[in-house]
């Protein structure tokens, strides 16, 4: 591919394609083509394709990869449309930006050509033919028995065609048909982004063997095939559409429906990608292997679901429909003291609720997608009023506040005749089923060391927030924290065992092992602090946020280091889930709002409860379903940036109000005043709508 370098900063090159002579610009599907595969390139995070000038800026770490090897890239690539997943194409707003634009353009000079070119009676004509339309369409409405805005609308327009008023008749379907185009615009685009970003994302998946006596194989996601046949665990994300084989489990559906709750699944039931398995194990056979029923659902839901409004967007609704038989009343009410036509039409040409209707929708979806920039994605305009308005923020400790990545130091025997390589290796073996960073951990330790963990036990079982059961060669195996393993199994020590046990430097965390009701092994874990968590904790203080708040499954002694180093003001160390759901239920009963951050299946309870749940993306499916803010970055840095942009929108929501209810009066009055003209005051209703409109969109809040 030949190109030329238009601009180049460190880290950042902009390149325009030569396309000529095939063609002077990149279609949609090209731009998108080569968008996702620079994308993917090692050591970028960034790429904007402008498919009209041919222009690529790609932003890339240089510690990574070099200019040189980036250009190098690009001159050995082919645009291959067919390597793109269909997905991609699908959730891509570039073509819709496309035509949306060249709607705008096309609406522009046919009111220029029929305005200033056409000749008087085909303008006439053209302006009559559309104008009856609205007519009609605000008749039908009347009797529905609703006075609403297309009502307002009819009869202005209806109006100005009696009074030969044409070109005020045209200047009001110009304005009104532009600000459709946009709203159906922002909306739409802010609906794909939003469902782009909610997409399921599952790397690998555990496919069935054919011969029952082979074990189960981890193979990446995308080389599943229809029919073929898939395990799903417990606090697993099912993965594709399928039909259930066999198995029994509870699974939630609350990402496809919006509704909250488990549901009974079993053989020859339908199970739909993206949800979660709540309780129990499933075998699925695949019927649908792409995800682009995924994305129509969460587009259906994220269209349909009243949860996803905020507060404040169904008050500007209901205001919106409540203020149009009053705006027609007193348009009625102007015509019966006055019988003056001008003013009457003043005043109906002139209603609060097309800019509510308009402004309010849009600066809710440009906001979520002003945060989806930021890589997080927030599932209802709803949450960022809670977040505005917070004042506690609750924080799980692992995978939170500490590294999403914790690290094996140590493996410890308890004296006992097994090697700690093979004693790592079973653990391995049980936590590779379960998306904890803990338990990644340990299988990146073993897989550092080569020792491969084929299924060597029989079927596992999770016990929330306290380990693993199995069974290894008829004996019964566990790994999970102190108190599951000594106080909940009654595990033993070997001979002189405990005190090995209490020599471990208490900063760890610790995994114990048992086999057959001995302890064997002491897996140490070490879980840093991100480096960026002392600027989070100040920041959330800096904005006000009284009461900061870390609870964690993890020993009092390594809990109350962690929340001394941050300046945490409460923590509580060895609780279980439902003590964070507990706690998180009697902060908002005592009038606190509250925000509650974790990453793992036990925060999910917590997450629930809480005004705004917020999950590490890295985390456990349940927790990102659950949750109403995923952060996209496995970073916590962004949350005082998420603040300030939920309150810099409720700061333009009431800017909104202010400067809509201030327009529209003053117009209204300067219409029955005789001040301003109908014309006039049809043209600054529409425009000043139309800009609030375009305002509203901006993502500069």
Not at 166 to 182: D, K, Q, R, V, Y
Not at 536 to 565: C, F, P, Q, W, Y
Not at 603 to 616: F, R
Not at 617 to 633: F, P, Y
Request: proline share 3%.
């Amino acid at each position: 591919m030949k190109f030329n370098i238009i601009h180049r900063l460190p880290g950042r090159t902009r390149v325009r394609l030569d396309m000529a002579p095939i063609a002077k610009r990149l279609t949609c599907e090209e731009a998108d083509a080569i968008q996702y595969h620079f994308e993917n390139l090692e050591g970028v995070s960034q790429v904007k394709v402008y498919h009209r000038t041919c222009d690529v800026v790609v932003s890339y770490n240089h510690e990574i990869i070099s200019e040189k090897k980036l250009l190098g890239y690009i001159r050995n690539y082919c645009i291959d449309i067919e390597a793109v997943p269909e997905d991609y194409f699908v959730t891509s707003s570039r073509k819709l930006e496309n035509e949306c634009r060249e709607r705008l353009i096309n609406a522009v000079l046919i009111r220029t050509v029929m305005k200033y070119f056409a000749p008087p009676p085909i303008g006439v004509a053209v302006i009559t033919i559309r104008g009856l339309r609205h007519v009609w369409h605000g008749i039908r409405e009347l009797r529905q028995r609703k006075i609403g805005v297309e009502v307002l609308d009819g009869a202005a327009i209806g109006a100005s065609l009696l009074r030969r008023d044409f070109g005020t008749a045209g200047s009001i379907m110009f304005l009104l048909g532009i600000g459709e185009i946009l709203e159906e615009w922002t909306e739409k685009k802010s609906t794909m982004d939003l469902a782009k970003s909610m997409a399921l994302k599952v790397d690998k998946v555990w496919l069935v063997a054919k011969n029952s006596e082979e074990s189960d194989i981890l193979v990446p996601a995308d080389q599943v095939k229809v029919g073929d046949f898939v395990r799903v665990g417990q606090s697993g994300i099912i993965p594709f559409d399928g039909t259930v084989v066999y198995g029994d489990a509870l699974v939630s559906e609350a990402a496809i429906t919006g509704e909250p709750g488990g549901i009974h699944k079993d053989a020859d039931k339908k199970v739909y990608a993206g949800t979660v398995v709540d309780e129990g194990e499933l075998v699925l056979k695949v019927t649908e292997n792409t995800g682009g029923s995924k994305y129509d659902k969460i587009v259906k839901m994220i269209e349909e679901s009243e949860s996803m409004k905020s507060t404040s967007e169904n008050k500007a609704m209901l205001w919106a429909d409540k203020l149009v038989p009053y705006t027609f009343l007193g348009a009625i009410g102007v015509w019966l003291f006055t019988r003056n036509i001008t003013k009457t039409m003043a005043v109906l040409l002139v209603d609060y609720s097309c800019a509510l209707k308009l402004s309010m929708p849009v600066t809710m979806l440009s906001a979520i997608g002003e945060a989806g920039k930021m890589d997080m994605t927030v599932k209802g305009g709803r949450y960022f009023e809670e977040l505005a308005q917070a004042d506690t923020v609750v924080f799980d400790k692992t995978g939170t506040l500490t590294e999403a990545n914790p690290v094996v130091r140590e493996v410890v025997t308890l004296g006992g005749n097994t090697s700690s390589d093979e004693l790592l290796r079973i653990a391995a073996c049980l936590e590779e089923h379960f998306p904890h960073s803990v338990a990644r951990a340990v299988v990146k330790a073993a897989e550092e060391k080569h020792l491969k963990h084929e299924e060597l036990h029989s079927q596992v079982e999770y016990v929330i927030a306290h380990g693993i059961k199995s069974t290894l060669n008829g004996k019964p195996v566990i790994v999970g924290s102190h108190h599951f393993v000594f106080e909940d199994e009654r595990t033993l020590f070997h001979k002189g065992a405990e005190e090995i046990y209490n020599q471990i430097p208490a900063h760890y965390s610790q995994l114990i092992l048992a086999i057959d009701g001995v302890a064997e092994a002491v897996i140490c874990v070490e879980d840093r602090l991100r480096n960026n968590a002392p600027d989070v904790i100040n920041g959330l203080k800096a904005r006000g946020i009284k009461h900061i708040v870390m609870l964690t499954g993890d020993n009092v002694k390594t809990a109350e280091a962690i929340a001394s180093r941050l300046g945490i003001d409460e923590f509580v160390g060895e609780v279980l889930p439902e003590f964070k759901a507990e706690y998180v239920r009697k902060a908002r009963k005592s009038g606190r709002k509250v925000i509650m951050v974790g990453d793992g299946i036990n925060d999910a309870p917590a997450l629930s409860e809480a005004n705004v749940g917020i999950a590490v993306s890295k985390g456990a499916a349940i927790a990102r379903e659950i949750a109403d803010v995923i952060i996209g970055k496995d970073d916590i840095g962004q949350l005082p940036e998420l603040i300030d942009l939920s309150r810099a929108l409720m700061k333009r929501v009431r800017w909104n109000y202010r400067i809509i209810i201030g327009i529209n009066s003053a117009l209204i009055v300067g219409g029955v005043a005789g001040v301003i003209s109908p014309t006039t005051s049809a043209l600054i209703h529409n425009g000043s709508t139309l800009a609030i409109g375009l305002h509203s969109t901006t993502a500069n809040l």
